[in-house]
Nanobody
Framework: QVQLLESGGGLVQPGGSLRLSCVASGSIFSINDMAWYRQAPGKERELVATITSSSRTYYADSVKGRFTISRDNGKNTVYLQMNSLKPEDTAVFLC????????????????WGQGTQVTVYS
């Protein structure tokens, strides 16, 4: 089994910054794509940013130029630096990782964290 644990959420005023972290632990041989999603009350979960094992990145249009995703493969950790935060960024942010659990099989499985709350208030 694999566990993902997010941290770094909190309350911040518009224009402020937060840095989210997500650490993967458990039966991990390698991690392919890692991603951050968010879900606001009454809305569907949406993709915020992804990063491949070779650090290629993708961002949703709504966060381009404000958020930066990065990873530390040695620590099985993905980060999300969020700058110039807006009230519409308020959501639960969830980490996702595609994990290969053993060198004896090429199969991969997606795992989710529990989420960390980000609230941007004025």
């Amino acid at each position: 089994q694999v566990q993902l644990l997010e941290s770094g959420g909190g309350l911040v005023q518009p224009g402020g910054s937060l840095r989210l972290s997500c650490v993967a632990s458990g039966s991990i041989f390698s991690i392919n794509d890692m991603a951050w999603y968010r879900q606001a009350p009454g809305k569907e979960r949406e993709l915020v940013a992804t990063i491949t094992s070779s650090s290629r990145t993708y961002y949703a249009d709504s966060v381009k130029g404000r958020f930066t995703i990065s990873r530390d493969n040695g620590k099985n950790t993905v980060y999300l630096q969020m700058n110039s935060l807006k009230p519409e960024d308020t959501a639960v942010f969830l980490c996702n990782a595609e994990v290969r659990g053993t060198p004896y099989s090429s199969s991969r499985r997606n795992y989710w964290g529990q989420g960390t709350q980000v609230t941007v208030y004025s």
